[in-house]
């Protein structure tokens, strides 16, 4: 039962053709051999943050990037166990059934994950804290039962007024007390830190996997139960490790101490006789048939009247992971609104918040409901017990120690069946939070079959074998249900070759690049690039990490990989010089930089990374014209190497490329009609041309 279900979809098999003064695509790269193809996670080496460039010796670790001082308890570098094999509902269910059998599916979902904590490439510690908690709980009952013994001894001794026993017997007490705290001290330290590390240890699995291949991309683009991801991985995922552990010791605290509690209470009360007129009945252990009885009851009412816990729960908790999205989005976007106005925003928020409190008003009324059956257990569970062996203490048959014994077991016997009246809300808690962040797991699950099964259409990565930078061959991009966005295409392009895809918008453009950048995995064909190059894309808005402008320049790598001078530097060709005394400044420069400002940044970073591929997508679209001819300019002079795949709608863009390729809207999918070489324009814009170029040297326009 997969939340991210991939359907496969045939290619349309038609060929480009040229248009006005093409060239035929460039079809020379032939497919790579079975051993040439390498994963799709291989090619082109990415820059990451904790890849220095080659000519530099490896820098000190900025504070960031420093390792914690306690490392994590999960098993790192571990390899992952595959994904669960996909369940889908039966063809006769109804589609009531068919979510029924889900929500079933999710619990053992949660566990399949959830139960490595314990396993072989789980934390190390996991089974020597459970063994420890699950002995301090059987101890912890004995000095329970040690205190019950008390009670009978002591109340017997001032029945008896036996000074000597009550003075000694209250000096046992206390160490029975310390005891028994110092036991209980120790068992919330084990669990809280089994909670703790697992929560680590699954938190860091889920992220890792939500991280992978660009997953939290991809979630965006198919269908399924994952919406707001970051509330699953936070709140939800806290509570669904938090409380097992909280119910697995309650529930084995609660039977044993039933367990020993019953024995007791069968022994000191024996049976009742009730006459009933001229004859007479026994019950044999009364005080136990009454604890079962009772418990019986209220465990009963609690099923009954909170029934609908689960379902309020599981919406209170996706109502409030909503707003919080909702709030963040105005936090992200706040110039645009601030600008145009918070009126609808404000009446969003309002909506969102009012669904919020009618959920919890509806909650409300479950623990209403819950409520009377808890208090009134907790009032008359004192009492019973004492009712019950009023008659036998007052016939001399029960020593008010055993009654005080008695009415001890009573409670503590009322208490663990009782269990499931306390812990009810919390358990529909714990279950709606397991089923979130079992549907999230399920929808990364769906990803991963789709990665690693031949039977989804899915987008080949390789290795070019002529000496090109990039081939497309025969590549066709489709959505995950198997509708066509680009149809098969076949391209080659050339080291230093500046290509400009162009065509009207909704054509797949940012698709394609997206393809080619690995982030859209539907489709067919093959994306090959040359080996051991570098791909570094810049999109239409470039991503702003926190803290200093240091860090932001240096993006995705760490910020002292560069000296202070080689950021100012690389700041000030892109016309961002008048921050150069901001650089350590620590500042939210998402909100403090304009759209133009954050454009230029992205070029300092390509500047900086010197990567052999850039992709730029609509990457100047927040500049002028002057200003995107100067930074055309400044990143053909300062990588004169680099290879250019761009998408734009602005023609100017054209006099900075060597190549067009154009897509077209068609049935089916846009094909690309042309792929043409651009010659230099005439005017200003060709002496500009020239002096850019030269004579036509390194794939420029003049031939």
């Not at 206390?174 to 001290?185: D, F, H, I, K």
């Not at 009023?390 to 055993?402: I, N, R, W, Y």
């Not at 994306?527 to 990490?545: D, E, T």
């Amino acid at each position: 039962m997969s939340e991210a279900k991939l359907k496969p979809r045939s290619a349309d098999g038609a060929q480009p053709r040229g248009a006005g003064k093409s060239r035929p695509a460039k079809t020379g790269a032939a497919k790579a051999p079975p051993g040439k193809t390498r994963p799709e996670k291989s090619p082109p080496e990415s820059l990451h943050p904790e890849r220095p460039r080659e000519e530099k010796s490896q820098p000190k670790q900025s504070p960031e990037h420093e390792e914690p001082a306690e490392a994590t308890p999960e098993a790192v570098g571990e390899p992952a166990p595959p994904p669960p094999e996909s369940v889908e509902p039966g063809p006769k269910l109804t589609p009531e059934e068919a979510e029924q059998a889900r929500r079933k599916y999710l619990f053992r979902r949660f566990w399949i994950s959830g139960r490595g904590y314990w396993g072989r490439n789980g934390d190390k510690l996991a089974w020597p804290f459970t063994i420890g908690l699950l002995v301090l709980i059987c101890v912890n009952v004995g000095f329970q039962y040690g205190i019950n013994v008390w009670n009978r001894a002591f109340f017997d001794a001032i029945e008896q007024r036996n000074v000597h026993t009550v003075y000694m017997l209250s000096a046992v007490f206390v160490p029975l007390v310390a005891g028994s705290a110092s036991l209980v001290v120790v068992q919330v330290y084990l669990r809280m830190t089994i909670q703790r590390r697992w929560r680590s240890w699954l938190t860091t699995s889920v992220i890792a996997r939500w991280l992978a291949s660009g997953r939290y991309y991809q979630l965006n683009l198919v269908a399924g139960d994952h919406s707001n991801p970051e509330a699953r991985l936070t709140e939800d995922l806290r509570i669904a490790t938090e409380s097992p552990v909280d119910f697995i010791s309650g529930v084995l605290n609660a039977f044993l101490a039933a367990s020993t509690f019953i024995v007791v209470l069968w022994t000191i009360g024996g049976a009742l006789t009730l006459p009933l007129g001229r004859e007479s009945i026994t019950i044999p252990g009364f005080l136990v048939v009454t604890a079962v009885i009772y418990a019986a009851i209220t465990s009963t009412s609690m099923v009954v009247i909170g029934r609908h816990f689960v379902q309020l729960s599981e919406r209170k908790n996706q109502a409030e992971a909503e707003f919080r999205y909702t709030l963040t989005r105005v936090r992200e976007n706040g110039e645009s609104i601030a600008l145009l106005g918070e009126a609808e925003e404000r009446s969003g928020i309002d909506r969102n918040f009012g669904h919020v409190l009618r959920q919890w008003a509806l909650l409300t009324g479950q623990h209403m409901r819950t409520a009377i059956v808890s208090q009134g257990s907790m009032l008359f569970a004192p009492v019973v017990p004492v009712l019950l062996c009023a008659p036998k203490f007052l016939e001399g048959s029960m020593s008010l120690g055993q009654v005080m014994q008695a009415a001890s077991a009573f409670a503590i016997v009322q208490g663990a069946f009782g269990w499931l009246v306390d812990n009810y809300p919390r358990l529909a808690d714990w279950n709606a939070s397991a089923r979130r962040v079992a549907s999230l797991m399920m929808s990364l699950d769906g990803l991963e079959r789709a990665e690693e099964s031949e039977s989804f259409g899915r987008i080949r990565r390789g290795e070019t074998q002529n000496g090109a930078m990039l081939s497309l061959d025969d590549l066709s991009v489709t959505l995950n249900d198997g509708t066509g966005v680009v149809k098969e295409t076949k391209v080659e392009i050339n080291p230093g070759e500046r290509v400009l895809v162009a065509g009207e918008s909704g054509t797949g453009k940012s698709t394609l690049v997206r393809a080619v950048a690995g982030l859209w995995p539907w489709g067919g064909g093959s994306v090959n690039f040359h080996a051991g190059k570098r791909l570094f894309m810049l999109p239409q808005r470039p991503y702003i990490p926190t803290g200093t402008l240091r860090r932001a320049v240096a993006y995705p790598a760490a910020a002292d990989n560069w000296t202070v001078d080689e950021i100012d530097a690389a700041l000030d060709k892109v016309g961002l010089g008048y921050l150069r005394d901001r650089i350590e400044e620590e500042a939210p420069w998402d909100q403090t930089l304009s759209g133009g400002e954050k454009q230029r940044l992205a070029f300092a970073r390509l500047l900086l990374h010197e990567p052999d591929i850039v992709v730029l997508d609509e990457a100047t679209s927040a500049l002028d014209e002057k200003s995107q001819d100067k930074m055309m300019q400044t990143v053909i002079q300062a990588l004169p190497k680099v290879t250019v795949i761009s998408v734009a709608h602005r023609a100017e863009l054209e006099a900075f490329h060597s190549r067009k390729i154009t897509l077209e809207r068609r049935e089916g999918g846009a094909k690309l009609v042309s792929d043409v070489e651009l010659a230099p324009r005439r005017g200003k814009r060709n002496v500009f041309a020239r002096a850019l170029w030269g004579s036509g040297a390194r794939g420029g326009p003049a031939r």
